[in-house]
């Protein structure tokens, strides 16, 4: 079927039509405005705007909603140097939108580009709200994230340094994020992965092959490697239970308890 001018006409009418009958302006005590949006964010919640005049310049913002409920949701974007922090900022420098001090995210403008303001905003709230789901890249930067500011705040409940190098018999050097050291002698050095795959399960094997000679002879019987990963998915199990096998201690970061129980300081 090939469309005529007079059809390609009437879907534009009808889009636009459709999108000002689902837009809802909102007057609230005669000093703002809320703009209800006819889109969601990646969690499924309507976009909502608020406007405000100050020295006849515009603002428009989203009051903090958009950051607070991917912090709700386990998604911290406010992190300096982190790399959600970095996507962010690379998501609302394009269109000249800012992040306010209680984390709004919001423009100023002049009350012509209005109009154009309300799309910008309504485009990068959908883009910051779909930093819930990241390529493998991304969310393995992110991971590494997490682990670092979960251990770093509560530096009073961990003993721990790193990262450390361990030189294995093939004089390959294993960078170790992590040597804890729950109790005297008792040394704990840590890998992070995003998951776990026959193939990781075989490098990690490996690993402790090559490095044995290495940590009894420096850290004697009492040195074990340890696994911590992203979540053990029903698919990552058999391959957690084989390095569990061969003395590989793997912990879920998102299992908090056991990570203390095994992990953290021991007090007499």
Same mark, same amino acid.
């Given at each position: 079927?090939?469309?005529?001018?007079?059809?390609?006409?009437?879907?534009?009418?009808?889009?636009? @039509?459709?999108?000002?009958?689902?837009?809802?302006?909102t007057l609230? /005590?005669?000093?703002?405005?809320?703009?209800?949006?006819?889109?969601?964010?990646?969690?499924?919640?309507?976009?909502?705007i608020n $406007? /405000?005049?100050?020295?006849?310049?515009?603002?428009?913002?989203?009051?903090?909603?958009?950051?607070?409920?991917?912090?709700?949701?386990?998604?911290?974007?406010?992190?300096?140097?982190?790399?959600?922090?970095?996507?962010? +900022?690379?998501?609302?420098?394009?269109? +000249?939108?800012? %992040?306010?001090?209680?984390?709004?995210?919001?423009? @100023?403008?002049? !009350? +012509?580009?209005?109009? /154009?303001?309300?799309?910008?905003?309504?485009?990068?709230?959908?883009?910051?709200?779909?930093?819930?789901?990241?390529?493998?890249?991304? *969310?393995?930067?992110?991971?590494?994230?997490?682990?670092?500011?979960? #251990?770093?705040? &509560?530096?009073?409940?961990?003993?721990?340094?790193?990262?450390?190098?361990?030189?294995?018999?093939?004089?390959?050097?294993? !960078?170790?994020?992590? %040597?804890f050291t729950?109790?005297?002698?008792?040394? !704990?050095?840590?890998?992070?992965? *995003? &998951?776990?795959?026959?193939?990781?399960?075989?490098?990690?094997?490996?690993?402790?092959?090559?490095?044995?000679? #290495?940590?009894?002879?420096?850290?004697?019987?009492?040195?074990?490697?340890?696994?911590?990963?992203?979540?053990?998915?029903?698919?990552?199990?058999? #391959?957690?239970?084989? %390095?569990?096998? +061969?003395? $590989?201690?793997?912990?879920?970061?998102?299992?908090?308890?056991?990570?203390?129980?095994?992990?953290?300081?021991?007090?007499?």
């Amino acid at each position: 079927m090939e469309f005529t001018n007079a059809q390609v006409s009437e879907i534009a009418k009808e889009w636009s @039509t459709f999108i000002r009958n689902s837009s809802k302006f909102t007057l609230l /005590q005669n000093d703002s405005i809320r703009v209800s949006t006819p889109f969601s964010d990646s969690f499924g919640d309507g976009i909502v705007i608020n $406007i /405000q005049v100050k020295n006849n310049r515009y603002i428009l913002s989203d009051q903090g909603y958009t950051i607070w409920n991917l912090s709700t949701n386990g998604i911290d974007v406010t992190k300096k140097d982190s790399n959600r922090n970095r996507i962010l +900022h690379s998501l609302l420098a394009p269109y +000249h939108i800012k %992040l306010a001090k209680d984390n709004a995210i919001q423009q @100023t403008v002049s !009350r +012509h580009d209005v109009p /154009q303001a309300i799309t910008d905003l309504t485009q990068v709230l959908i883009n910051v709200s779909d930093l819930a789901f990241l390529n493998r890249n991304n *969310t393995a930067s992110i991971f590494y994230d997490d682990v670092q500011t979960y #251990f770093g705040e &509560n530096r009073n409940q961990y003993s721990f340094i790193g990262p450390i190098y361990v030189p294995g018999k093939s004089e390959i050097k294993y !960078r170790f994020e992590y %040597l804890f050291t729950p109790t005297t002698n008792d040394f !704990r050095l840590t890998k992070l992965y *995003t &998951n776990l795959s026959r193939n990781t399960m075989d490098v990690i094997i490996g690993i402790l092959s090559d490095t044995e000679s #290495f940590l009894n002879a420096n850290y004697g019987s009492n040195a074990t490697l340890n696994i911590l990963i992203d979540g053990i998915s029903a698919q990552s199990k058999p #391959f957690a239970d084989g %390095l569990q096998a +061969h003395g $590989i201690n793997v912990y879920d970061f998102k299992n908090k308890d056991k990570i203390k129980d095994d992990l953290a300081v021991k007090t007499a």
